[in-house]
């Protein structure tokens, strides 16, 4: 499906509306890593009904804010990789593990028992529940295999690069999966490996060749500093990212707003197209759509415009939905003025 030039894309979430879920409850914890079906507020008989319809509106949000490729918000998850993880074969789902977010805190994780594998498909049906609602293209994310290790307790493998690459071939038959079902592109978030750069370097960029392996679809990778509402000491730049320029990546999502990031590091990515974080996710103002254009045209002078895609840093979870609406706006906004400057 055709796109314009520097068409415009959330990274996954959007913000989930009030009815569905604890925004109270969500902001004051760190992503869960295990289920945490308490921070639904719909009865769980009537979940199901409740995320469709969570769905749909993210849907006909991104449409009506002009976005290009569609998600589908993320609407059914608690976090971004829990929902996956937990549903694979290997997991002790009565007795949780712990292990350290990138914080430094322990937290509760999926305790790793037996060999990973994956049960069944995860999300093809959120694929086509989606397809059903947009004619755009659209995308659909899945948590990394790296990403995934480190946010395991391991009492089977006792070996982190074998326990990385059973994560990449369960993740694997997903993406095809996904693919088939009908998703345009599929992205992988691997925020482990800027947090713990030289575990991805030692075996996390193994794991990734493993998922991405036979996959013929359009794939992409989020490569972030965790969420602006949780994460809040940042580093200027990244710790792992030309790595990425020998995988099979077809896009790299990278975040530049926050961070007011130097953006001469895109020229490590020169076959990459560069999924742009334009909206800075710290803060609930919503920015001129002018500003927005300033930070699109400093990534030019090292990323040729055909490979662009706009978006914001990270995931749009844990903003007010009118922010993050306003947000979303006011980045196609800004796309649309470059665009036309362009032409």
Not at 15 to 20: E, R, Y
Not at 122 to 132: G, I, W
Not at 275 to 300: N, Y
Request: glycine share 6%; proline share 7%; aromatic share 6%.
């Amino acid at each position: 499906m055709a796109t314009p030039l520097l068409p415009a894309s959330l990274v996954g979430s959007y913000s989930q509306p009030d009815w569905l879920i604890d925004r109270a409850k969500l902001a004051g914890r760190f992503p869960p890593r295990t289920r945490a079906m308490e921070l639904w507020k719909v009865e769980p008989d009537l979940l199901q009904q409740a995320w469709d319809d969570a769905t749909i509106v993210a849907i006909r949000e991104q449409e009506a804010a002009g976005l290009d490729i569609i998600t589908d918000g993320e609407m059914r998850r608690e976090s971004y990789s829990n929902r996956f993880a937990t549903a694979l074969n290997g997991i002790d789902m009565e007795n949780h593990g712990t292990a350290l977010d990138r914080s430094g805190e322990p937290v509760p994780v999926p305790r790793v028992m037996g060999d990973i594998s994956r049960k069944h498909p995860v999300q093809v049906e959120d694929v086509k529940f989606m397809r059903r609602f947009t004619d755009k293209p659209i995308k659909i994310t899945v948590p990394g295999p790296f990403t995934m290790s480190q946010q395991a307790q391991d009492d089977h493998y006792g070996d982190p690069e074998a326990l990385a690459l059973a994560y990449a071939a369960a993740v694997n038959e997903e993406i095809k999966d996904l693919h088939e079902a009908g998703a345009d592109v599929v992205q992988l978030d691997e925020p482990y490996m800027q947090a713990r750069p030289d575990a991805a370097r030692e075996y996390g960029l193994k794991a990734l060749a493993r998922a991405l392996e036979g996959v013929e679809g359009t794939t992409a990778l989020h490569i972030c500093f965790g969420y602006a509402a949780l994460i809040h000491e940042r580093p200027e730049g990244y710790s792992f990212l030309p790595e990425l320029a020998g995988t099979a990546l077809d896009q790299v999502s990278i975040e530049t707003a926050q961070q007011n990031l130097d953006c001469t590091v895109l020229k490590s990515l020169p076959d990459k197209t560069i999924i742009l974080g334009v909206l800075d996710l710290s803060t609930h103002e919503v920015e001129m759509p002018e500003r927005v254009a300033e930070r699109i045209r400093k990534a030019l002078p090292h990323v040729d415009a055909s490979r662009v895609i706009v978006a914001p840093d990270c995931g749009l979870k844990y903003l007010p939905r009118d922010v993050a609406f306003g947000k979303m706006k006011a980045m196609t906004d800004g796309a649309r003025i470059v665009r036309e400057e362009l032409a």
